[in-house]
Nanobody, 123 residues
């Protein structure tokens, strides 16, 4: 079991920044690849970013490349998503997820999910 809890969501103005965090109490956290996904109103779950257990491999969705940064701190059992230059279309419920495999943009490759944190970007 890998319980995940997201935090840091809220209201932010377009062009601003927001930092999301996801933490777990699982002792094996450092062995998992981690990902961020989001789901906006009327949309399906969408890949945002993923990071390998070492942090050496990182992938981003084209829509956030250059604006968002994923990172992890295994000592703190946490993964982060730094969101910069946010746009209204970034508004969504953001989920973190853990997978016992290589980084993947596919939601079905992830085994554990948090409850999500809401991000709303105002224009």
């Amino acid at each position: 079991q890998v319980p995940l809890v997201e935090s840091g969501g809220g209201l932010v103005q377009a062009g601003g920044s927001l930092r999301l965090a996801c933490a777990t109490s699982a002792r094996t956290f450092s062995t998992y690849s981690l990902g961020w996904f989001r789901q906006g109103p009327g949309k399906e779950r969408e890949f945002v970013a993923t990071i390998s257990w070492t942090g050496a491999t990182i992938r981003y969705a084209d829509s956030v490349e250059g604006r968002f940064t994923i990172s992890r701190d295994n000592a703190k059992n946490s993964v982060y998503l730094e969101m910069n230059s946010v746009k209204p279309e970034d508004s969504a419920l953001y989920y973190c997820a853990a997978a016992g495999k290589s980084p993947s943009p596919l939601w079905r490759d992830y085994d554990y999910w948090g409850q999500g944190t809401q991000v709303t970007v105002s224009s």
